[in-house]
């Protein structure tokens, strides 16, 4: 048996990739830490000697403490019926920091992750584990409490629902810039028509105000949204470009420098095809944004 010491940094290793993988299942970056950390709690209590692999024992333990946060949380939001809901962004620096690509080992694309959370938890799952951290069935099988063959099945329904719905994002920084560029221009512009030029005639508002400030909505149709962004940009908030998961977006600050909302942007074709705000102040003031604080 390891000693605690030897078990701690044992642990320690594997901690990127177990934050990794729960963040891809609950796409909170707190949620991921806590699960992450009882995982540190159940196996500093557990007797180890016997397991061959330490980070696939992890990964399990892990996925079983975000499987049960996942159902708690799928009927606490049946029982708000708050339907719009935007994962916790990780934000990066634009310009290509070491330590802001470092970050990105945790990120997936958010609007990957907005259509992850249309899942049933066990779905969700069965997905990530086998299709993004190549897990088998027979190892994912015992931690939904389902047979291999039942595993599979979850995947690939969940892989059906993820394809019929990611958008077909267009991976180029340049061109995402370029867009985003002209988008602000246009707003900061009043550019009605310049505003529903840059944008797709079937593109996704998802605004994420949090229960207490009835901000968040669900916007569709350029016209709509440029309407929006018009509006937005009357604020007096000063936009700051960063990358979100990944890709061009914008962290949107108050006068006296307080985060006011970040903003990821979908852009394929030259278009953008969704927009997703969180700007629920509570999970604002929780985002880790030491990359661009600098």
Known sequence: MPTPERLAELFEEHRAHLRAVA????????????????????????DVSGVENLRAWLTTVVARVC????????????????EVHVPDPVITR????????AMLADSVG??????????????????VLHDVFGMTFDEIGPVVDRSPVAARQLASRARRRVQSKALNADPDLHEQRRVVDAFLAAAREGDFEGLVTVLDPDIVLRADGGARTG?????????TVAAQAA???KSGLSN???????????VS?????RVFSVMGFTIAGGKIVQIDILADPERLSRLDLSAIDR
Do not use: C, K
């Open 94 to 101: 634009a310009d290509g920091d070491p330590e802001s690509d």
């Open 231 to 233: 509006t937005f940009s």
């Open 67 to 82: 499987l049960d946060m996942l159902r708690t949380r799928t009927s606490r939001r049946e029982e708000s019926l708050d």
């Open 110 to 127: 958010l609007a990957l992750l907005v259509v992850l959370e249309t899942l049933e938890p066990a779905e969700r799952l069965a997905f």
């Open 23 to 46: 963040y891809r299942m609950l796409g909170s970056s707190s949620d991921a830490e806590d699960a992450v950390q009882e995982g540190w709690f159940r196996l500093s209590r557990a």
């Open 253 to 257: 600050r108050r006068p006296d420098g």
């Open 215 to 223: 901000m968040s909505r669900l916007v569709r149709g350029a016209d």
């Open 240 to 250: 700051h470009v960063v990358l979100v998961n990944g890709s061009i977006g914008l």
